[in-house]
């Protein structure tokens, strides 16, 4: 992200053509993201449709209440992310920072829920591999949580750099590349949570 | 770089400064691709030395030289390293990088420092690969289950570096994109840009949305040999068919992935040496994007046998003919393109005469193979095999060759001696068909592929096909040398030696750090041949 945003120095590339590229760059790693998870869905999909009434049961043994407070760590996480990208646009210093932190702390909220959740699945004996349900469930959770931490350790590096006053009003790409990747990964968790924890 | 202004810099050919130290670390786009080139062409001898030693093993029924095990381990490598080490990042990775920016009247790429995190990825994927040599894996590259799941050789290992060198595949494409779109020089509206631009565009759509699908495919893989997740296999309500839809899903794009950017190098190469413009140009555009969308829609015709529907069957064999018609587009137009032309039979064009020859035969039989009921009769037989190595070698080789003997006086700023080049042609071209010819015969004849011992009436084409190798082998050690001759005490290259129009030959050979002194502005398309100059 830092990258795309501060390549081309030596170069004296325009600073909006740089901007625009940072940013299409980014979509075009979003869309790669989609496909990576693209292809967990087509087995959620495929084998929802094979095995209806495996999924049904064992569904029943996640944890509802955790995975719903998860869900709104994370939009609340998503909108923190945008205030953050907002504030910056208007050169607020300190609201980036408040704003950045509260995201990161959202994210590590989110991180100690799973921990105890999967914690609880092992103990009833419930891994990748007891069922083809399982597998799907820890697979896509645990892509996700990667992705998490990816996502907060991105946010911890902007959050270093915010206090050493290179982000303004005019210079905050990596901010808004950072947040658009935060976007994402909320994005995922919020379809990821009906298709496994509420099946009807 | 750092110790100059910018006005110096732009004076400096990019292989002025010398040492290992500043060659890993620059951002140069240039010096990204010589990088590229050098860490290829080493994977291709690699492949290559294990392409020998299984056709050597092949030359007699039983065993020749090894037995039946380490053959299945040394086609599984030839095959991973050939298609993921050299093929895929192939001629997109270095004459992309050396080309792009220069032929659209660029400083750079968009993304300079990840384009190096690119090739650092490329090199960590690559030595995973070969260390996976310790216990090398016997499945073949394609990795279907549930086979895969079961071996007990290192799976694991060889398939987390093609993931690795997967991230390089999709950065490169990601730059790709992006350069192209927004680093254009003005006027260089799409319309004017060189044939090879789109054919590189086209690529980094297919990289950038069919690599992640492989990705995933193989962390399954990875993750039902560690915990035994069962998507893949029976035993657990599991479908091992899946895993080659999703294999396929990316492994067929992918190989237009690697057939693409030769397209692009033809139809520069041939132009030039014909003297004319090329004939339908925004035919051979389109066509190029065409065959990119085409290709994620046929993934399944590699499945006929494997138990698909009947109407599934019939959709992607009808899908799969489809290609042809944009493939058929660009070999007429070449074709036209030549017509009439002033016909200069340097090397490159010696290569791209033999591209266009030898991909239709690939091409036609893949034809043969697209149709259902001849497919069922040819599938996994040696046919197969001929057809992918002519498509393969017979395509995007000898466009890479023709690309290396087009560009190498702008990038190295010396000439290679032409006779010992068209001699070493010769060779190259004779035994590539001498290699992958018989096979087509085996083929027919019922010899399936990757078999370790064979009956006795294959002996004689299993022998011509092993001289053939050797042929082949001789032709390119002989390019090779004369390059690397040509490299050390070759005459100095004039700044545009086959008069090319196109933008990369226009700056001094080598080219400068900075490409161009002044941006150019771009009042034409490329391809004006023939008019009174």
Known sequence: MEEMAEHAHAHHVDPVVEYQSSKFGMWLFIATELLLFGGLFTAYTIYRAKYPEMFHEQHLELNKPIGAINTVILICSSLTMALGVASIKRGKQELLRLFLSLTILFGIMFLINKYFEWGHEFRDGNYPGTSIFFSLYFMMTGLHMIHVIVGLLVLAVMLAWSFTGRFSDKYNTPI???????????????????LLYLIG | MANHTLAEAIQIPYLEEKGLISWITSTDHKRISILYLLSISTFFVVGGIAALLVRLELLTPGKTIVDAHTYNTLFTFHGTVMVFLFIVPGIAASFGNFLIPLMIGARDVAFPRLN?????????????IVASLLQPADTGWTFYTPYSIRTGTDVILLTFGIFVAGFSSILTGLNFIVTIQKLR????????LPLFIWASYATAILQVLATPVIGISLLLLIAERVFGIGFFDPA????????????????????????????????EVIPVFSRKPIFGYKAMAYSLLAIAFISFLVWAHHMFTNGISQLAAMIFSFLTFLVAIPTAIKVFNWTATMYRGSIDLKSPMLYALSFIF???????????????AVDVHIHDTYFVVAHMHYVMIGGTVMGFLAALHFWYPKMTGKMFNEKVAKVAWAFIFIGFNVT??????????????????????????????????WILAIGLFL?????IRGLLNGEKAPENPYGSLSLEWQVPSPPPHENFEEIPTVTDWTYGYGKKQ
């Open chain 1, 176 to 194: 808004e590349l950072g947040g658009i990747y935060w976007h994402l990964v909320d994005l995922i968790w919020i379809y990821l949570f009906p």
């Open chain 2, 116 to 128: 190096l995190l690119s090739w650092y990825l490329y090199i960590a994927g690559a030595i995973i």
């Open chain 2, 185 to 192: 020089a003005p006027g260089m509206t799409w319309h004017r």
């Open chain 2, 236 to 267: 657990k309500g599991g479908d091992p068919v899946l895993f080659q839809h999703f294999f396929w899903f990316y492994s067929h794009p992918a190989v237009y992935i690697m057939i693409l950017p030769a397209m692009g190098i033809i139809s």
């Open chain 2, 358 to 372: 030898l991909f239709a035969i690939g091409g036609l039989t893949g034809v043969f193979l697209a149709a259902l």
């Open chain 2, 436 to 469: 992958f010819f018989p096979q087509f015969i085996l083929g027919t004849e019922g010899m399936p592929r990757r078999y370790y011992d064979y009956l006795p009436k294959y002996q004689p084409l299993h022998e011509l096909s092993t001289i053939g190798s």
């Open chain 2, 479 to 483: 390019m090779a040398i004369n390059l």
